[in-house]
């Protein structure tokens, strides 16, 4: 077991906590009872695993939770949100979207890249696009969104920061077909997904986090299974799980996640179709549809792997786990 992995789950464990709680408890005496800390040490522990004290971190994902649901919400109230990510009321909530986004929460047009520009720039990826320009392009390519179900699956995951424009993600992708190899498992059998726990839009991004990790289903059916079959037909049994010391030896963490419905959009070709399809999503899709953003990552399912089809070119669903409001 490499020596840090146990605090670096601990600390993993208590961010994924503050993400699926904002509008709930999240003092210094109940994260470090989630992490199994003492309170007297816990936040110097979170400062040195995150770069970040505990009382910012909470505040900044806070900030970008709402920034979040007015996107994606813009029928829903200033106040309704402030109140819905843990703030006491709008005053609060007005003084701190200014201090952290060097504008007010009214004077936002609720569309446009929300990044503070004396330290952020949104990856050249994520350019701005019309609403026109997004319709077109759904027409143009017979684009559909589709609400799709997964079931219960382990992820077994690396978490990496800041890691728009690096060759991390490259090269934890490599590391994690090794492992599969080396453990016996088809890649067949199981699907790799990427999770993105920060908008690079809203998020600094030296602060932007990418969960890197492969999914183990834990039973058949949904959209995993429909991934697993098409490349193996349906006869074949589910992988073998991997344990907690399994992971800890290679240095990864494991969550196990439960069953949901999400907003798909089945992506095939440059990054160019994908960032489209997150934009079209978000944008369009989502305020429209009856549905907000669950307390989960937005996910890219890999439908084929870059041994089959390279690095320039993906096959991918494009995926929002949602429940209705």
Not at 149 to 175: C, D, K, M, T
Request: hydrophobic letters at 40%; charged letters at 25%; one cysteine or more.
């Amino acid at each position: 077991m490499r020596r840090n992995q146990h605090y670096q789950d601990r600390v993993n464990r208590v961010l994924d906590y503050i993400s699926e709680h904002l509008g709930g408890d999240l003092s210094l005496a109940r994260l470090s009872a989630v992490a199994c800390f003492s309170p007297f040490h816990f936040h110097r522990i979170f400062q040195g695993a995150t770069g970040e004290t505990l009382n910012s971190h909470v505040r900044r994902v806070r900030l970008e939770r709402a920034a979040l649901l007015m996107k994606t919400s813009p029928q829903e109230r200033i106040t309704d949100i402030a109140l819905k990510v843990g703030f006491s009321g709008t005053a609060e909530f007005s003084r701190a979207f200014k201090n952290h986004f060097e504008r007010t929460a009214s004077s936002w047009d609720r569309r446009s890249p929300l990044e503070k520009s004396k330290i952020c720039k949104a990856p050249e990826m994520l350019s701005f696009h019309t609403e026109e320009e997004l319709k077109r392009w759904k027409a143009a390519n017979n684009v559909r969104a589709r609400i799709l179900r997964f079931n219960a699956f382990r992820y077994v995951y690396a978490r990496i920061f800041a890691p728009y424009g690096s060759s991390r993600l490259v090269e934890r992708y490599h590391a994690l077909t090794a492992w599969l190899t080396k453990r016996r498992t088809d890649l067949r059998e199981i699907v790799f997904i990427g999770m993105s726990l920060d908008d690079p839009s809203i998020t600094p991004s030296e602060h932007c986090r990418y969960d890197l990790g492969i999914a183990f289903p834990q039973e058949r059916g949904g959209i995993l299974g429909d991934i697993i079959r098409s490349r193996v037909g349906p006869a074949r049994a589910v992988a073998t799980l991997p344990e907690q010391s399994e992971c800890e030896a290679q240095g990864l963490t494991m969550r196990d996640l439960t069953p949901g419905q999400a907003v798909s959009i089945h992506c095939v070709g440059d990054i160019t179709q994908e960032e489209r399809a997150w934009h079209y999503l978000y944008r369009i899709w989502l305020p429209s549809s009856g549905f907000v953003p669950a307390d989960l990552p937005a996910m890219e399912l890999f439908v084929r792997l870059p041994e089959e089809i390279g690095w320039q070119t993906f096959d991918l669903e494009t995926c929002i786990p949602v429940v209705r409001y």
